[in-house]
């Protein structure tokens, strides 16, 4: 089965993305978890942020958010339940960073 096949699971494209690694894999992964990632950016943006510091636009945090995705993807071993988890966890990381660095 193919990771374009409409039956796969979400967690079977993620584990055929984290097998082979190509682009088609981790394009298929990626359109079937694109509603956690405009949510998920959509939450992190309804942060407070201070006057003065740039706030990333909704599309840059979810470009952050496949980033972090491949990242992890990459480095294999994980579920994409944690695999989500973490790319949230390393965007959110860089947000803070770019606040504190404004300080």
């Not at 359109?31 to 740039?54: F, N």
């Not at 995705?69 to 973490?86: I, K, R």
């Amino acid at each position: 089965m193919s990771a374009g096949s409409p039956k796969m699971t979400v967690g079977a494209c993620w584990a055929v993305w984290e097998a082979d690694g190509s682009a088609s894999s981790g394009s298929e992964f990626l359109q079937r978890v694109a509603s956690w990632i405009e949510g998920t950016a959509a939450q992190l943006l309804r942060d407070q942020w201070r006057t003065g510091t740039k706030r990333p636009s909704f599309t840059e945090l979810q470009e952050r958010l496949r980033h972090h995705l491949a990242l992890v993807a990459h480095d294999g071993n994980v579920t994409y339940l944690q695999a989500l988890e973490l790319a949230r966890a390393a965007v959110l990381e860089e947000i803070c960073q770019a606040r504190a660095s404004t300080d």
